[in-house]
């Protein structure tokens, strides 16, 4: 079949509320195309002045994100618009094969994807029905490509929404709040359609889903999004935040089409820990330069002299014999004069004893005596001990005794009533003489 004499149709591609999409071939210029074509509805005017109305907004964008627009016109009492021909599935088709993408690819398309959006807010175009049907990736390059800019759908959905006159503009299942609310689409509106399909690319279904299309409208209004990570672990933080920040359910709280595309054409959305600010250098201090000092080889263990150790060995063993003998001579002569001593002490007392005089008799000890109570018997010994002498102590002269207070005049018999006083133990005058 031949278009306005020019667009010869070939395998039909899809087919939507609004049109049907065919591939053609340009006679004229000789290239492939997409011919769309709005379905015969001669009763609904609307749908003809939306349709007229996607093919101006199309010609206007000039991007390499979207679908380029060459030609629209009117055919057998049907409007048709020429297209770019992208060949390549849809992300609808790349769902339905694998169940999810790679997030690294998530992150490209989320990129490419909002870079074309943006081109078109800038425009004063809102694209109003961002879904996986309508973004398609061109096979040889790679590219992503946004088409079906208006209200017509294009590919076959098994979404609930349909695109009518009278109805809610857009598919359901990626409906922004306010647009539930029946407000007025606008850019953000376009990132929270973007939202939605970022979230099924990553984990494989759309963060809200009903059979029924009044409650999946009340789901995108007042239930929160689940966390991608709670069935995809592997999706990184930052990413997740992002995404969630794009699902607001307020318009202002959302990020423009703009700022998605730089996020997610850098590398913040991997997590990718932030380098630390350098250091401040630190003031130099003048010093001398530091040499490290070469460590010297080792030297050998040579084994000393035989000679030399028994010369050490004898050596060390001189002092030991002679503080031993000269520990013992010290002994041997402490106990020679400490049995003089006890011999001269011995003496004198034994002397004291049979004279019976009261007072000491010089002697070359220094050893005191004990007086007796001329009253009490001979045998029972001394009565008090005023002194004992030290062992080892050395006798002063005889000069240094003292004298008795008083010298008996006469020698009184044993029986006497009165008893002498006991003279006091000589005064010794020089204790420190040791030797």
């Not at 199309?58 to 020429?82: C, I, K, M, S, T």
């Not at 997740?240 to 089409?257: D, I, N």
């Not at 006083?421 to 020089?430: G, V, W």
Request: hydrophobic share 40%.
């Amino acid at each position: 079949m031949l278009v306005a004499g020019r667009y010869r149709l070939g395998e039909p591609l899809g087919r939507g509320g609004m049109g049907e999409v065919w591939q053609g071939h340009d006679e004229v210029l000789g290239r492939q195309v997409a011919v769309k074509l709005l379905l015969g509805d001669d009763g609904d005017e609307s749908a003809a002045m939306r349709f007229r109305m996607e093919a101006q907004t199309a010609a206007r964008l000039n991007h390499p994100q979207v679908v380029a627009v060459y030609d629209f016109g009117e055919w057998e009492g049907r409007f048709y618009l020429v297209m770019e021909l992208v060949q390549g599935p849809s992300l609808a088709a790349e769902l339905s094969a694998q169940g999810m993408l790679p997030v690294s690819r998530v992150a490209d398309l989320a990129a490419q994807t909002a870079s074309g959006l943006a081109a078109a807010h800038r425009q004063g175009v809102v694209h109003r029905d961002v879904k996986p049907g309508n973004l398609m990736v061109d096979a040889s390059s790679g590219a992503l490509k946004i088409g079906d800019f208006g209200i017509a759908r294009f590919v076959d959905e098994t979404s609930a929404g349909l695109t009518r006159a009278g109805q809610i503009v857009g598919t359901s299942t990626y409906l922004a709040p306010e647009r539930a609310l029946g407000r007025t689409a606008g850019p953000e509106s376009d990132v929270y359609a973007l939202g939605c399909v970022l979230y099924q690319l990553l984990v494989g279904r759309p963060p809200f889903w009903s059979d029924s299309p009044t409650t999946l409208l009340y789901m995108h209004v007042d239930t929160p999004p689940e966390s991608p990570r709670l069935r995809r672990g592997e999706v990184p933080y930052a990413f997740e935040a992002y995404l969630l920040r794009m699902l607001a359910k307020q318009p202002e709280e959302r990020p423009s089409a703009q700022e998605v595309a730089d996020f997610f054409a850098g590398t913040s959305w991997q997590d990718t820990p932030q380098p630390l600010p350098p250091p401040v250098a630190p003031v130099p201090v003048p010093q001398a330069p530091f040499t490290a000092p070469v460590a010297a080889p080792p030297r050998p263990v040579v084994p000393p002299p035989a000679a030399r150790q028994e010369r050490t060995t004898t050596y060390a063993a001189v002092p030991a014999a002679k503080r031993k003998k000269k520990v013992l001579l010290g002994a041997v002569a402490g106990a020679v004069a400490f049995v003089a001593a006890a011999l001269i002490g011995a003496s004198l007392f034994a002397s004291d004893s049979g004279a019976g005089g009261p007072g000491p008799v010089p002697g070359p000890s220094t050893a005191p005596h004990a007086d007796l109570d001329p009253g009490a018997d001979p045998a029972a010994g001394p009565a008090k001990e005023t002194r004992r002498p030290k062992p080892g102590a050395v006798s002063p002269s005889p000069s240094k005794l003292r004298k008795p207070s008083k010298s008996p005049k006469s020698s009184k018999s044993p029986t006497s009533s009165k008893s002498p006083k006991p003279s006091k133990p000589p005064k010794r005058e020089d204790d420190d003489d040791d030797d």
